[in-house]
């Protein structure tokens, strides 16, 4: 049993791994680029997210605003040491 989450864990890391790849070498194009900003302001990437009043409207910013910190975070991912990772496997 506990080999079995331990797979299942490993597989889950490294389909995050191979996620974050194929989003950086999208997100590094100039369309792509393009993309990112256009994301970052429909998402409210740097601005408050609180509507005043209302718990839902806040509730719903913050859920769009995650959708471009995941993005972010995932571009923060050291590419190289993931390929290099891969090499040795």
């Known amino acids: ?4 989450v331990e797979l299942e ?6 389909e995050k791994r191979n996620l974050a790849i194929e989003i950086q070498k999208a997100l590094s194009t100039a369309h792509g680029k393009k993309l990112l900003e256009h994301l970052s ?8 997210t609180y509507v005043d009043q209302n718990p839902n409207g806040t509730a719903y910013r913050e859920g769009q605003r995650s959708i471009i910190l995941n993005l972010r975070a995932m571009l923060s991912k050291n590419v190289n ?6 090499a040795e496997l």
């Not at 040491?81 to 891969?86: D, F, G, L």
């Open 1 to 4: 049993m506990k080999q079995e």
């Open 9 to 14: 864990l490993k597989k889950r890391a490294e």
């Open 41 to 48: 302001s429909i998402c409210k990437e740097h601005e408050p």
């Open 81 to 86: 040491k993931v390929i290099q990772e891969k």
